[in-house]
């Protein structure tokens, strides 16, 4: 004997199939948003995981305020179009009473055709003046008296920061002051590329930027709270890539003017690192790094002048320890594959000597 159930029980199941295989990565998706919204989580040496959900600049806020804004007229796209699917399924579904009639045809409804098409335009038309409100806020910013200005370089693989009112160059970690709100200082980045294209992208701070050969871009950051906030290059530049960190350390208005005077001093002369200072410009060194004070004025790597002022080494491939900085001088393979750093196959003596005078180097 046949059931006649059958058929209505697999038609129920593949409809809570299909709405299941839709719901769940929905829910799934605005589950996690929720709890990634604000949310920091803590790296050690400070700084937190980047997280474009946990903006601290006003640059950042906007980009953000337009991202959900955007998410919320797609999400409520989503949800409409899915409720209409998952209605029409339920009930517009075949049945054993309506499997041998075939259903209304409609042929052409200017009702229907009028809204499928005015609808969507003026959908794009509020996302494109949101979108052109935001571009022009970023791109046309006003610039105040007190703003600092630094040009960055990207380097394969690593960061070269110059900020050319103050006479400072140093690496891989950016300097600025926090931004008030009310009395406004925001850093205006020059953006070049010595070799291939980057991008500098720091997630709670702003919006990614190329750095393009023979060509200049301009970025502004406007950080609300002090703090480190870490990023890096977002262009695929080559073997090392994805190494190419970087660190915005965001100074209280004191701390960042302390910070200046002590990266505008010349290089501290420690007659006990004299041995390593020797070794240091006596060898290849010197053709490629910088020491104010020195013979040594390379432009191939980074200014070492106050080497030891910064948390990291090799764009942030490793922290500036002792020990890092030895595995780095005798074999940079070793922290950073297929970096353009060579070894230097040093004497053990005069390894340990340049390493001192590294150390030195404050």
Not at 119 to 140: C, K, N
Not at 217 to 237: E, I, K, S
Not at 294 to 317: C, E, K, Q, V, Y
Not at 318 to 343: C, F, H, Q, V, Y
Request: glycine residues 8%; hydrophobic residues 45%.
């Amino acid at each position: 004997m046949r059931n006649d159930s059958r058929p209505a029980r697999s038609g129920t199941l593949t409809v809570l199939g299909l709405v299941a295989a839709g719901a769940f990565p929905a829910v799934g998706f605005t589950a996690w948003l929720l709890t990634a919204i604000g949310a920091t989580v803590p790296v050690a040496g400070g700084g937190s995981v980047p997280n474009i959900f946990a903006p601290a600049s006003g640059h950042a806020k906007t980009l953000f305020d337009l991202s959900m804004f955007v998410l919320a007229v797609t999400g409520t796209i989503f949800a409409v179009v899915f409720g209409l699917l998952v209605c029409a399924i339920l009930k517009f579904r075949r049945t054993e009473a309506n499997s041998v009639r075939e259903p209304p045809q409609v042929y052409g409804s200017t009702q229907i055709e009028l809204a499928w098409t005015i609808v969507p335009v003026l959908i794009v038309l509020v996302l494109f003046l949101a979108s052109a409100r935001v571009i022009h806020a970023v791109q046309d910013a006003s610039r105040p008296p007190a703003a600092v200005d630094v040009t960055a370089i990207g380097h394969q693989f690593w960061w070269e920061f110059r900020y050319p009112g103050l006479g400072i160059v140093t690496a891989n970690e950016l300097h600025i002051p926090v931004s008030d709100p009310l009395r406004p200082r925001p850093t205006f980045l020059k953006l070049l590329s010595a070799d291939t294209d980057h991008s500098f992208w720091v997630p709670e701070l702003g919006g990614k930027t190329d750095l393009i050969p023979n060509h200049v871009n301009q970025m502004w950051l406007d950080p609300h709270r002090t703090g480190v906030f870490l990023g890096q290059c977002a262009q695929y530049c080559g073997t090392q890539h994805g190494k190419m960190l970087l660190r915005v350390v965001v100074d209280s208005a004191q701390d960042f003017e302390s910070w200046v005077r002590g990266q505008q001093q010349p290089a501290i002369r420690d007659e006990r690192a004299a041995v390593g200072r020797r070794v240091f410009e006596t060898t290849a060194c010197i053709n490629c790094h910088a020491v104010r004070g020195t013979a040594a004025n390379g432009r191939f790597g980074p200014d070492l002048t106050h080497l030891m002022s910064r948390s990291t080494i090799a764009s942030g491939a490793a922290w500036n320890t002792e020990d890092s900085l030895r595995r780095w001088i005798e074999d940079p393979e070793a922290i950073k594959p297929g970096s353009l750093m060579p070894a230097m196959k040093l004497a053990d003596a005069d390894s340990e000597a340049l390493v001192a005078y590294m150390r030195s180097l404050r």
